[in-house]
Every structure is written in structure tokens, then in C-alpha cells.
């Protein structure tokens, strides 16, 4: 159990687009969703935390007008980056907190997507 | 905001012997230490976790161990086999509801040589 989705898993765009990526909890609800960026070789860093129902809280330096957050159901979240530019090149990642029970403290995470944009 | 530091970047241990990666925290408040396995271009992958209540948990060849006081926490995986070779990253947070954010470590490459 506890499996979380992701899509596309990669995607190239170009610069001035936007790109929607999807995150899914297959089995499970989830009420808190992160998303997370990771650069090469580097670690995983937190962009914004989604809350269902309600406005994502975004990390110190993440552009919320830039990178848009909607969690419009206990098991979808998507994150849209808008008018991309090639430093938003990165591989984005996707957790779901479990609500049950011990679970509740663990983070299952998407298998990521990698966005390229030219 | 929490700070955790990862040591060390990289480390490479014959096949059969032991690995230990040891990481620091900042904010006593922390109370949740998860470490997560990530194989490259692969989703991280919970393999062990720690709650400040114990200072020890062992499953198998893989083990955490918590010193609150130090404000640090290793994992030990012992009988290393190929298939461990992966970027391992601890993390840290405080569990409680509406702030479970976790803050990750730098992350260490291990490598297993046959």
C-alpha cells in the first residue's frame, strides 16, 4: 500500500510555457502533500507544502506566483510552473503524509519528474 | 528553521563490511528522523525510521541510532551487499500536526565494491 503517482515522468518544454505535473495517492488519502526539487547530485529540497482545501505554504525563497500549487482533493496535487525558464530545469518530487494511525508520520514519495525546458 | 548536516558525502566499503553514515540536527525540537534510500533517477525510499522515544531500532542489516542530547542520529547497515550501493539521505522533523515538514540532510553516496 501507500503508493503515490506522478505525471508526466519526464517532460521538455519550452522556455515561456507552463508545465502541469500531477501527483497521486493511489491508495490512500492524503490531506498533506510536498513537493520537493532536487538538482543533481544534490538533495532533495522543499518547494511548498499542500494542504487540501486550502492555500500551499511555500518555502522561504519559492515563488508562489511562479510555481502554483492546487490540491483540490485528498488524493491530487498538482504543481504548475509558469513561464518556464531553463533554470527550472530540475527533477520535481511529490511526498503524501499518511492520516492514519502511526503511518500518519511517514512520506511516500512520487518517482519524480524530470522537467527539462530549452 | 532546522538544519541537518549529513557525513559523509560519499563512502565506499568492501562487500561484507559495515557502513555507517552519521548526520546532526539542530532544532531540539526534532523528534521524527527518517533515512531514505535513492537510487539514481529513482524515488527516495523509506527504509528505516526513529522516533525520539527510543534511541535505537534495528530491522535486519539496517539500524538507526538516536542520541538526543548530541543531537545526532547514524545509520548502520551492516553485511553490505551490492544492491546497497544507492545516495542515502537522513532527515529531521517535528512531528506535529500542521508542521511535519522534513529538512534532508546533503546526502551520501555509498558504494559497495564486490
Known amino acids: 500500500g501507500a503508493v503515490v503517482s506522478q505525471h508526466p515522468s519526464r517532460v521538455i518544454c519550452k522556455s515561456g510555457t507552463s508545465v502541469k505535473i500531477e501527483c497521486r495517492s493511489l491508495d490512500f488519502q492524503a490531506t498533506t502533500m510536498f513537493w520537493y526539487r532536487q538538482f543533481p547530485k544534490q538533495s532533495l529540497m522543499l518547494m511548498a507544502t499542500s494542504n487540501e482545501g486550502s492555500k500551499a505554504t511555500y518555502e522561504q525563497g519559492v515563488e508562489k506566483d511562479k510555481f502554483l500549487i492546487n490540491h483540490a482533493s485528498l488524493t491530487l496535487s498538482t504543481l504548475t510552473v509558469t513561464s518556464a525558464h531553463p533554470e527550472d530545469s530540475s527533477f520535481y518530487i511529490c511526498?503524501?503524509?499518511?492520516?492514519?494511525?502511526?503511518?500518519?508520520?511517514?512520506?511516500?514519495f512520487g518517482p519524480g519528474t524530470r522537467l527539462t525546458v530549452t | 528553521g532546522e538544519n541537518v548536516e549529513q557525513h559523509p558525502s560519499t563512502l565506499s566499503v568492501q562487500e561484507g563490511d559495515s557502513a555507517v553514515i552519521k548526520c546532526t540536527y539542530s532544532d531540539s525540537a526534532s523528534n521524527y528522523f527518517p533515512w531514505y534510500k535513492q537510487e539514481l533517477g529513482k524515488r527516495p525510499q523509506l527504509i528505516i525510521d526513529?522516533?525520539?522515544?527510543?534511541g535505537e531500532k534495528k530491522d535486519q542489516r539496517i539500524a538507526v541510532t538516536l542520541n538526543k542530547t548530541a543531537k545526532h542520529f547514524s545509520l548502520h547497515i551492516t553485511e553490505t551487499q551490492p544492491e546497497d550501493s544507492a545516495v542515502y539521505f537522513c532527515a529531521a522533523s517535528i512531528q506535529d500536526f500542521g508542521n511535519e515538514k522534513l529538512t534532508f540532510g546533503t546526502g551520501t553516496r555509498l558504494t559497495i565494491i564486490p
Open positions: 526513529i522516533r525520539s522515544n527510543v
Open positions: 511526498s503524501a503524509r499518511a492520516n492514519w494511525g502511526l503511518a500518519r508520520y511517514e512520506q511516500y
